[in-house]
């Protein structure tokens, strides 16, 4: 099979679901009304709360949802064959991923950008809204862990890389001062200059690794956690429209024309399909995801299809910057269409290479490759690879960062007159990468801020308050030391899978709360849009966590020959922590159904009022 028929076909599907579902969502279940003030009119402070331009919050918005997970997670799961993950992706991200991220984002733009533990306080009960604080709060930090540990891996001891991203920085702090203070409005002219000094940084940083400069710009992996950490905590303590808000929107055009490239060059050079559309890895026991294909390639491809991390930038960042509700449409659904079709090209850049070069660089025992079909020849045309890509290795570069890299690179110099380029196409590959991922670790890690301010907020009122410079810097401190730490102790098959499962825990738990609004709001006949993938989503996740515990975490935790025995008794306890969170926020939310259907409408709090 080749590519071609196979993006036709999840465009079309994407269109069509935008087009119909979406409106139909909207004007049914939510009710949009762009005569209702938005709290970035409301509640106005210029720090937080602002009236933003629907295409640059757009940017913002789907930088801060796109992260590595529909990067990694399409490039892990297809081991287990490109079907799976693309039916998932596909049918996921219209019927629930893209409704999770609508529902939450309306749910809160009403309700003056209250977080989703907030929301859910509100809707089902204190003690769900409790479960959903301690719940964000564990998940938000996983989740940053396992987000960064693919910007550690694709980084390291590569300063061509290193150069591009950090100089985004300097870059989105230029355009942040000049939409906002030296050329208020001049948005056109700010994208301009900051696309120009993009593409000049991509160009000049393949002159560092053989200059003087390299060494300054070449870091071990432990030394970009520190770097990525302290990153972290400056984009979450400064104005938003300072630091985050420009380079999520710089980072946004690189995605999205990235993404456009990319699908125009499958649809051009339409490669094949060269992994199997099933593996013999589906009934378990592969060399990258042990568990079977039922339930792992659903908590594996955690974002791309649905994702709970989505629901903390829909109630975190963006409905504060909301300028009308209809806007709401286009940035929530349509910015997570968006991101399925950024899963459904990784898997196929992925899916077009050979399936020996495919496990050569995702696993690092060399004991497992000869059973994998890798022979010394295979890693001598790999080595030659990496020699011409200006790489020391590729082999056992684990994570999916690199191999996607290898994908892209491979389908972009397959153009006319390209072929000579895939060096400067592989480093690409890797900056747009880590573009994708450090967008998302500044916004969660100033969502998760908002978390521990408004918990600390119930012992010591000042804390609550965004705008007060102490709290700020205390939790956001509190925050990356936490992510922190368990990206300098973790490896990617023990944060990954914890990560699809806490991510996707999340997601039922969002679901619960969008649709007890509905609920709540008398709509109810609508409700099956929320319900439908919560009960996908929520039971498939229940059962992937009990199969880690019983089956990764606690081994792990019980062989003293492991060497990980805390490791595995802390995954073990988190995950059942976040299991027993889920379970009590289902509990009160069907109570809460079952409370307001039978009293038939009394305690409405309306997202339609």
């Known amino acids: ?25 909207a004007a049914k279940a939510l009710c949009l009304d762009d005569s209702r003030p938005t709290p970035a009119h409301t509640l106005t402070d210029g720090q937080n709360y602002r009236p933003t331009n629907r295409w640059v919050l757009f940017g913002h918005h789907f930088a801060a949802i796109t992260g590595a997970g529909p990067l990694i997670g399409p490039v892990l799961a297809a081991q287990f064959g490109f079907l799976p993950g693309f039916l998932w992706i596909l049918i996921g991200v219209v ?34 809204g409790l479960m959903a604080a301690i719940a964000v709060l564990f998940i938000v930090i996983i989740s940053l862990a396992g987000l960064a540990l693919a910007v550690v891996n694709a980084l390291s001891e590569s300063s061509w890389g290193t150069f591009t991203i950090g100089a985004t920085i300097p870059i989105a702090l230029f355009m942040g001062l000049y939409m906002v203070k030296l050329r208020p409005g001049h948005i056109v002219e700010a994208t301009v200059l900051g696309v120009a000094a993009l593409v000049a940084a991509v160009v000049l940083g393949r002159f560092i690794p053989h200059s003087a400069a390299a060494p300054w710009f070449t870091f071990s992996k432990p030394q970009l956690v520190w770097l990525i950490a302290i990153y972290g905590f400056f984009a979450a303590v400064l104005p938003v429209w300072l630091l985050l808000l420009p380079r999520d929107y710089l980072s946004a ?28 890895f589906a009934g378990g026991g592969g060399p990258i995801i042990s568990g079977a294909l039922y339930p792992f390639v659903f908590i594996t491809i955690a974002c791309g299809a649905i994702s709970g991390f989505h629901a903390l930038v829909g109630s975190g960042t963006t409905p504060k910057l909301i300028d009308r509700e209809s806007d709401t449409r286009v940035i929530g659904y349509g910015a997570m269409l968006c991101e399925g079709l950024v899963g459904i090209v990784a898997l196929l850049a992925t899916a077009a290479m050979p399936e020996w070069m495919y496990f050569a660089i995702n696993v690092d025992d060399v004991r497992k490759l000869a059973a994998l079909g890798v022979s010394p020849a295979h890693l001598e045309e790999l080595r030659r690879l990496a020699q011409s890509l200006g790489e020391t290795t590729l082999q056992g570069k684990t994570a999916g960062s690199v191999s996607l890299a290898v994908g892209m690179a491979q389908i972009f110099s397959a153009l006319p007159g390209m072929k000579h380029l895939m060096a400067y196409w592989y480093h690409f590959a890797i900056m747009f990468e880590a573009l994708f991922i450090l967008t998302t670790i500044d916004a969660g890690t100033r969502i998760a801020r908002f978390v521990v301010q408004e918990l600390a907020g119930r012992l010591h009122a000042p804390l609550a308050r965004p705008d007060w410079l102490p709290g700020n810097i205390a939790a956001t401190l509190l925050v990356v030391v936490a992510w922190g730490a368990i990206l300098m102790t973790g490896s990617i098959g023990t944060i990954w899978p914890m990560f699809g499962i806490a991510n996707q825990l999340l997601a039922s738990a969002a679901l619960c709360v969008g649709t007890t609004v509905m ?31 019983t089956g990764n975490f606690l ?11 805390v490791q595995g008794w802390v995954d073990a306890g988190l995950t059942t922590l976040l299991m027993v969170c889920l379970l009590l926020i289902l509990a009160e939310s069907v109570r809460r159904w079952v409370g307001v259907l039978r009293r038939k409408g009394s305690g409405q709090v309306a997202i339609a009022a």
């Open 95 to 128: 019927l629930g991923g893209a409704v999770h991220d609508f529902v939450i984002l309306a749910a809160s733009t009403r309700r003056g950008g209250r977080s989703l533990p907030a929301i859910a306080r509100a809707e089902i009960s204190p003690l769900a």
């Open 253 to 280: 055009f690189m995605k999205l024309g990235t993404i456009a490239a990319l699908i125009l060059g499958l649809i051009v050079v339409n490669p094949e399909l060269k992994l199997t559309m099933v593996s013999r």
């Open 555 to 565: 081994p792990l935790a019980l062989d003293p020959a492991s060497g990980k025995q």
């Open 1 to 25: 099979m080749h590519a071609l028929p196979v993006m036709l076909a999840a465009l079309c599907v994407v269109a069509i679901g935008y087009r119909y579902y979406s409106a139909f969502i």
């Open 519 to 549: 609920i709540n709001a008398g709509r109810a006949r609508y409700a099956f849009v929320t319900l439908l993938p919560l009960a996908w989503v929520g039971s498939t996740t229940l059962v992937a966590g009990w199969q880690s515990i």
